[in-house]
C-alpha cells in the first residue's frame, strides 16, 4: 500500500490535513487530528483556527502538544481560556469540524470510546467520553480518523459513547442534538469514507492508494454503500512528507 | 418540568444547595492565614469516603504533591469525580477509589489506564457513572451559580447519557428536548495554582481547564501553590485572581508541585517519569513498586523533591520560556 514512500500514520495524517479547509475553525485532540492541523497550517489553510477543549484558541502550531491542556495548545493563541468557554462556543455554533477517534465505529457513525463488553462486567474497560462526546454533538461536522479493520468497524459498537446519526435518518433531531450536525468524513488506512445523504449510512468515497474496493469491503464488519463511481486518494505528496518530518514531528513523537 | 428521559446511573452526590448556602455563609470572610502543609490539609479536609476533585489534568497543572499526601495517608473509599491522567491514576492505583463519576481516565498518547482497566473490570470500583467533559463542567457550573441543574445538548441520544444520571426534559420555553445535569457539590477540591497568597487568593496563568467553575462547587478547597506571594503582588493584578481566598480553606507551599506533570510558563513535564509510571502501571507489582518508590517511602513533598534532584527540576524549567521571556 505505502511502497515503503510512507507509513500509515503519515497516510492518515496527510489524508486527515487535506479535510482541514483555510479560515475554519477547527476542534483538535491530541495525536492524529493535531499533526494534521499542524501539517494543514503549513500547506493550504495558514489561518486555520485550532481549537483545543481545555482552552486553548487559535494557537500557531509549532511545537506538537503532547496533552490537550499542555502548554503547546495555546501557543501564540488568541485567547486562553477554560473547557466550558471552548465546548459552550461549539453548542452556539461556532465550530465547523471536529476530529474524533473511538474504538469502534458503526455503519451511522457512531463511536465507542467507553467500554469493549459489558458496562458493569467490562471485556475491556476503555478511557470514556472526555470532550468526544460533546464534540460530536456541537460540531457542525465531525470527521472520524480510525484504522480500518472488522474489530473497529462494526455492525453495532458496544456502547455509543459519541453521537453519530444514532438510528439513522432524523434521529440526531428527534434525540433533541443541534440541526445538521453529524458525522462528515472518516478517514481510515485503506479508504475515505462519507455517508449517503438519504439513508446516513456509510458510503465509501475514495480508496486509500493501492487499496481495491475488495479489500475495503473485507475490512468492514458491515455493508457499505458502494457508488458506482469510487475515487482513489491522492497519496501523499513529497511536499507534505517533508513538511511532515522536516518541521510537524521533527522530534519524531507520533510518525 | 416534563421528564421524557432518565440515565440509569446513580447519583453518587446528590446536591443540596441550601446546606452549601449555610455552609458558605459560616466560611470565615476574614483575612486568614491558611498556610500549611500538604500533611496537615490532607489530614484536616480529606476524609474516608470523601467525594474529591481534582484540577486541571494529570500532565498539566495537576495537584500532584497533594493527591500523594492522599495517598501516604490512605484515604479510602474515595468517591471522585473522573477527569484525569496521572492524579486518578495514582489513587487508583493504590485502590483508595470506590464510586466515580467519570469522564476520561486514561493516559492521552500513552493510551488507556492499566490501574482503572484493573481497578473496574475486578469489580473494586463499585459504580462507574459516565459524563462528558462538558457535562461535568457544567455540573460544577450549577454549583458555582448556586442553581440545581443545568441544561445542554451534550450527551442526547447516546449510552453516555443512558450510563449517567443526567435526564431529558421538554424545554418548558421551545419545547423541545433538552438534557439537564445536576449540580455536583465536591466534598473537597484539590487545585493547583501558579500563585497565591496565604489568604487562598489564587491566580494561575494560562488556559484555565475547569479551574474556576470546580473552586466555587468545593465544600473544602485546597490550593497547592508554586510559591506564595505577599498579597500585594495579588493585588497588583487582580485581573489574574482566579480564586479569591473566601473560597479556600488550605494553601500549601509546593514549588514542582504538578511534577511529573507540566505547568505552564514555569516549567516542563518530565517524559522519563511520566513513561516510567506508564511501564510500571501495566501490572499491579509494578504499580506498587513505583508507588514505594515515589509516594510511601518518602515522607513529604520536600523529600519528593530532594529524591527527584535540583538538577533535573533545573532542566525542566530551562525546557519551557516564562511568560515574559
Avoid at chain 1, 487535506?18 to 501539517?39: E, Q, Y
Avoid at chain 2, 484536616?44 to 474529591?52: E, L, Q, S, W
Avoid at chain 2, 493504590?94 to 469522564?103: F, G, I, N, R, S
Avoid at chain 2, 470546580?214 to 482566579?242: G, N, Q, W, Y
Amino acid at each position: 500500500m505505502s511502497e515503503g514512500r510512507y507509513n500509515t500514520s503519515e497516510l492518515l495524517i496527510c489524508t486527515a490535513s487535506r479535510l482541514m479547509p483555510d479560515k475554519t475553525t477547527v476542534f483538535v485532540g491530541t495525536g492524529i487530528p493535531m499533526l494534521a492541523g499542524s501539517l494543514a497550517q503549513k500547506m493550504h489553510a495558514p489561518d486555520l483556527v485550532a481549537i483545543f477543549e481545555f482552552g486553548g484558541t487559535g494557537a500557531i502550531l509549532e511545537e506538537l502538544p503532547i496533552a490537550v491542556g499542555g502548554q503547546r495548545t495555546f501557543h501564540r493563541a488568541v485567547s486562553a481560556s477554560g473547557l466550558l468557554e471552548i465546548i459552550e462556543t461549539a453548542q452556539r455554533g461556532f465550530v465547523d469540524y471536529g476530529f474524533l477517534g473511538g474504538a469502534q465505529i458503526d455503519p451511522y457513525g457512531n463511536l465507542n470510546s467507553t467500554v469493549i463488553g459489558d458496562h458493569a462486567k467490562p471485556k475491556a474497560r476503555l478511557p470514556g467520553s472526555g470532550g468526544g462526546n460533546d464534540v460530536g454533538s456541537h460540531c457542525w461536522r465531525t470527521i472520524a480518523i480510525m484504522r480500518h479493520d472488522t474489530r473497529r468497524f462494526v455492525e453495532q459498537v458496544d456502547f455509543i459513547t459519541t453521537p453519530g446519526y444514532l438510528t439513522g435518518p432524523g434521529a440526531r433531531e428527534a434525540a433533541g442534538l443541534p440541526v445538521d450536525t453529524g458525522p462528515y468524513r472518516v478517514v481510515t488506512t485503506l479508504a475515505v469514507l462519507g455517508y449517503e445523504e438519504e439513508s446516513k449510512r456509510m458510503m465509501l468515497l475514495e480508496t486509500q492508494p493501492g487499496v481495491s474496493v475488495d479489500e475495503v469491503v473485507e475490512n468492514t464488519g458491515f455493508e457499505l454503500v458502494i457508488p458506482d463511481d469510487v475515487g482513489e486518494n491522492p497519496p501523499p505528496s513529497d511536499e507534505e512528507l517533508r513538511i511532515l518530518r522536516d518541521e510537524v514531528d521533527r522530534n519524531r513523537l507520533y510518525i | 418540568m416534563n421528564i421524557l428521559d432518565a440515565g440509569q446511573g446513580d447519583l453518587i452526590q446528590p446536591a443540596d444547595l441550601d446546606a452549601f448556602r449555610k455552609h458558605n455563609r459560616e466560611k470565615p470572610k476574614a483575612m486568614i492565614d491558611k498556610r500549611m502543609t500538604e500533611a496537615e490539609a490532607v489530614n484536616r479536609f480529606v476524609f474516608d469516603g470523601a467525594y474529591i476533585g481534582t484540577e486541571l489534568y494529570g500532565t498539566v497543572r495537576c495537584p500532584m504533591s497533594l493527591v500523594n499526601e492522599v495517598i501516604r495517608q490512605g484515604k479510602t473509599d474515595l468517591r471522585m469525580a473522573g477527569q484525569g491522567v496521572l492524579e486518578t491514576d495514582v489513587l487508583l492505583a493504590a485502590h483508595l477509589v470506590k464510586e466515580l463519576d467519570l469522564t476520561y481516565i486514561g493516559l492521552e498518547v500513552y493510551g488507556i489506564s492499566h490501574p482503572f482497566r484493573r481497578e473496574m473490570e475486578n469489580g473494586r470500583i463499585e459504580k462507574c457513572v459516565e459524563w462528558s467533559n462538558a457535562a461535568l463542567a457544567w455540573r460544577f457550573k450549577a454549583t458555582a451559580m448556586g442553581v440545581p441543574f443545568l441544561p445542554m445538548r451534550s450527551m442526547l441520544g447516546t449510552d453516555t447519557f443512558k450510563y449517567s444520571a443526567a435526564k431529558v426534559v421538554t424545554d418548558p420555553y421551545g419545547g423541545g428536548r433538552v438534557a439537564i445535569v445536576p449540580a455536583l457539590i465536591l466534598d473537597v477540591g484539590l487545585i493547583h495554582v501558579h500563585r497565591a497568597d496565604m489568604y487562598g487568593n489564587a491566580q494561575i496563568d494560562g488556559i484555565s481547564g475547569f479551574c474556576a467553575e470546580m473552586a466555587r462547587a468545593s465544600r473544602r478547597l485546597i490550593i497547592s501553590t508554586e510559591k506564595i506571594v505577599p498579597s500585594e503582588e495579588i493585588r497588583a493584578k487582580p485581573d489574574r485572581t482566579i480564586i479569591p481566598y473566601y473560597l479556600v480553606d488550605a494553601v500549601v507551599e509546593a514549588p514542582f508541585g504538578s511534577h511529573p506533570g507540566e505547568m505552564y510558563y514555569t516549567y516542563a513535564r518530565d517524559e522519563d517519569q511520566i513513561k516510567e509510571w506508564v511501564e510500571a502501571s501495566k501490572t499491579e507489582q509494578g504499580s506498587q513498586a513505583y508507588l514505594n518508590k515515589y509516594v510511601y517511602s518518602l515522607e513529604d513533598h520536600a523529600a519528593y523533591l530532594d529524591f527527584i534532584g535540583q538538577e533535573r527540576l533545573e532542566k525542566l524549567e530551562g525546557m519551557i520560556a516564562g511568560r515574559d521571556r
